[in-house]
């Protein structure tokens, strides 16, 4: 990432989240005092051709990175109300608002939505979610829980609808549309993400949730032919495809806790965070490519088999 790997305090670990020895070793090693935990296989329709890896990496590693920081915050049942054991440990688990299901023409979700997931993606976050709780609960783990909605910006990885796009317009391939379009996302800068994430690392109260949106609803379509025009493409480029099994039509988030409690919005406005997004792919070709080269080229050829 740029400017941190110089960073004295930076330490990379490429370490299989399941493996439990690895990930206390981490924590031994560091002596790890806050785990903000973005670990998880993300992408939905990954999800619906292989549950077992998101079941597997989303459930049971974040099991396994919750007792790893049992073990080395030295906290268990019978501790429970010791939470301050520790001064300054913590623990942030970032989830999603996919957990919360699918909404209908109007309304949002807030904190105390039903989690209702309808992909084996949202339904291993949601798991996570209650297993996070749970460790709160029990053993008082101090933990705090931020659900966000689509994010976007650099270095996403190109499954993703955004990258995707920008991806096939610059290869002139077409760009696959599931179902009418209409579907509707709230799109969040990453940069906004993060910010929010760390107020809520800072400030935040354990055991509490915390939604974090861009209140930029867009729909599918309306999206695609924004990054069409940006690199001025015809919109014949668009392709209509088979939709996705149990698609979600619309996910909104209710930020208003995030306002209320840390005066905090989203900086960036979508034009400004959609110019610079395409901006950065257009400036990283070589990281784009390194991708689409290896193990991805025959995951999208398995998932866009019709298009062209
Ligand atoms: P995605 O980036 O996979 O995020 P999520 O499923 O978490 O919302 O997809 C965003 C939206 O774009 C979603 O409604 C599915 C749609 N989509 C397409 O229409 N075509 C595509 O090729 C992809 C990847 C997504």
Redesign the pocket.
């Known amino acids: 990432m740029d400017g941190i790997t110089e960073d004295a305090l930076y330490h990379f670990e490429k370490v299989d989240i399941r493996d439990r020895e690895a990930v206390r070793r981490l924590f031994e090693t560091y002596d790890v005092t806050e785990v903000v935990h973005f670990a998880a296989e ?4 990954r999800s619906i051709t292989e549950p077992e890896v998101f079941l597997t990496t989303n459930v049971l590693g974040t099991q396994v990175l919750l007792d790893a920081a049992m073990w080395h915050w030295k906290l268990d049942a019978k501790n429970k109300h010791s939470r301050h054991y520790r001064e300054g440990v913590c623990f942030v688990h970032v989830s ?1 608002d ?1 957990v919360y299901g699918s909404l209908g023409a109007e309304g949002f979700f807030t904190e105390t939505s039903p989690i209702a997931p309808n ?1 084996p ?1 949202a339904a291993s976050k949601a798991s996570s979610d209650l297993l996070v709780r749970a460790y709160y609960e029990t053993y008082g783990l101090p933990v705090k829980t931020t659900r966000c909605s ?1 994010n976007y910006g650099p270095y996403q990885f190109p ?4 990258p ?2 920008i991806h096939n317009c610059l290869a002139g391939k077409s ?5 009418d ?1 209409q ?3 709230d799109w969040l800068h990453v940069n906004d993400h993060c910010e929010a994430i760390d107020l809520v690392r800072q400030r935040g109260r354990f055991g509490d949730v915390y939604n974090i949106g861009g209140h930029n609803e867009k729909t ?1 379509l309306a ?2 032919k924004l990054i069409l025009q940006k690199l001025d493409r015809p919109e014949t480029l668009i392709q209509f ?1 088979q939709d ?1 099994p149990g ?2 039509r619309r ?1 909104a988030i209710d930020a208003s806790k995030m306002a209320r409690e840390f005066d905090w919005t989203p900086r960036y406005s979508f034009e400004k965070g959609m110019e610079e997004t395409i901006d950065w792919y257009l400036r990283h070709p070589e990281w784009v490519e390194r991708i689409v080269s290896g193990a991805y080229q025959s995951y999208y050829e398995a ?2 088999s019709s298009v062209e």
């Open positions: 993300s992408h939905v329709d999603t996919e992909s993606y689509n499954e993703k609808l955004i995707l796009m760009l696959p549309v599931y179902g379009g579907q509707i996302r599918n999206l695609v495809v996705r698609h979600d996910y998932m866009y």
